[in-house]
């Protein structure tokens, strides 16, 4: 999706999910710092909780807001697309507690994010709803819930959409890994759900091999099927 959206626009990537460490695998770059080393590293969620306003001066560099274009290099790495990929923080270190502080540090950056008309930035935020525990939905523009396709995956979907209408937050459904076997079913327990689903990826074997070969993501299928959802949806 950030792939496609590059052609017109300049892209970032925050990288909110605490576990999946090969984003920047997938976009040909080195890993770059994680945000939370710029403000000091690691605390419990209280006391970032306190620390907000200090952590908005810490990374505001000009008078609108927080500009992604001008974090300190090392916090941000752009790949040959022309993706720019900020990560916020891993959980790594057993007994560490848990991911609350990485999403509490999301929040205030997309609270207080200035966006040139040109620049998009997709979060990929933590699988399931963590987030939403966080109110990471009262600072972004609207929520694309990416389904599998099972009845798990539905159900979380139908709780972030009562979420964005509530907040009055675009929403969009995008199945993903669809394959001739699964989609009917999908689409007609979705339906029984009473919800809409947008778009259907396919399962593309060579996104998937080019993924365990640890290479930059290659795709002929998912790709296109994309490009379709992304022109219905009006979001190109």
């Known amino acids: 999706m950030a792939r496609i959206l590059s052609r017109k626009f300049k892209v970032y990537i925050v990288d909110s999910d605490e576990s999946n460490i090969l984003l920047p695998t997938f976009l040909g770059v080195s890993p770059p710092k994680p945000l939370v080393e710029y403000i000091g590293g690691k605390k419990d969620e209280e006391e ?62 997309l609270g207080n994010l200035f966006l040139k008309e040109d620049e998009v930035v997709l979060v990929d935020t933590d699988a399931g709803i963590e987030h939403a525990g966080r109110k990471l939905e009262e600072v ?32 969009w459904v995008i199945a993903n890994k669809v394959t001739k076997e699964t989609e009917e079913l999908l689409k007609e327990e979705a339906e029984r759900l009473n919800l809409k689903i947008d778009g259907t990826v396919r399962f593309d074997d060579q996104l998937y091999i080019s993924c365990l070969k640890r290479e930059p993501l290659k795709s002929s299928i998912a790709v296109v099927d994309l490009e379709e959802i992304l022109k219905e949806s009006a979001l190109i």
């Open 48 to 109: 970032f909780e306190r620390m907000e306003p200090d952590i908005t001066e810490a990374l505001t560099k000009a008078k609108e807001g927080i500009r992604l274009d001008l974090l300190p290099s090392d916090y941000i790495f752009t790949s040959d697309d022309g993706i720019g990929l900020i990560v916020i923080g891993k959980v790594r270190e057993y007994g560490e507690g848990c991911a609350c502080p990485f999403n509490i540090l999301t929040k205030i950056l």
């Open 140 to 171: 972004c523009d609207g929520l694309i819930a990416i389904v599998d396709p099972t009845v798990e995956s539905l159900e979380l979907a139908l709780l972030l959409r009562d979420i964005a209408s509530k907040l009055n937050k675009k929403f």
